[in-house]
């Protein structure tokens, strides 16, 4: 499974930017999607992830109110809703595709497909 993520850039403080990730084909082995991001310097962060049947959704404590994600079936596509951002929320965002154990779904290595990352940059 090939992941194509999109929408990074660079936004001032308390703005807004969407990611969007892409999956080549729906598998069954596949049943969470989500997010995570590696500032320099920094380990690999659990973002947000999403359960692919039912859509349960997860976030980190750190974007949980600013942060929304969602997934079009259809399409096999996540989008990454981030408002509000910060200075900190800067970083290069993955974009991964898994079928972790609940109790594993904010552990990077618990996904086997990641996407080439998009980088995020907000300026204070």
């Known amino acids: 499974v090939q992941l194509q993520a999109s929408g990074g850039g660079l936004v001032q403080a308390g703005g807004s930017l969407r990611l969007s990730c892409a999956a080549s084909?729906?598998?069954?082995?596949?049943?969470?999607m989500g997010w995570f991001r590696q500032a320099p310097g920094k380990e690999r962060e659990f973002v947000a992830a999403i359960r692919w049947n039912g859509g349960h959704t997860y976030y980190a404590d750190s974007v949980k109110d600013r942060v929304t994600i969602s997934r079009d079936r259809a399409k096999t596509t996540v989008d990454l809703q981030m408002n509000s951002l910060k200075p900190e929320d800067s970083a290069v965002y993955y974009c991964v595709a898994g079928s972790p154990i609940l109790s594993s779904i904010r552990v990077p290595t618990a996904y086997r497909h990641w996407g080439q990352g998009t980088q995020v940059t907000v300026s204070s």
């Open positions: 084909e729906r598998t069954f082995s596949i049943t969470y």
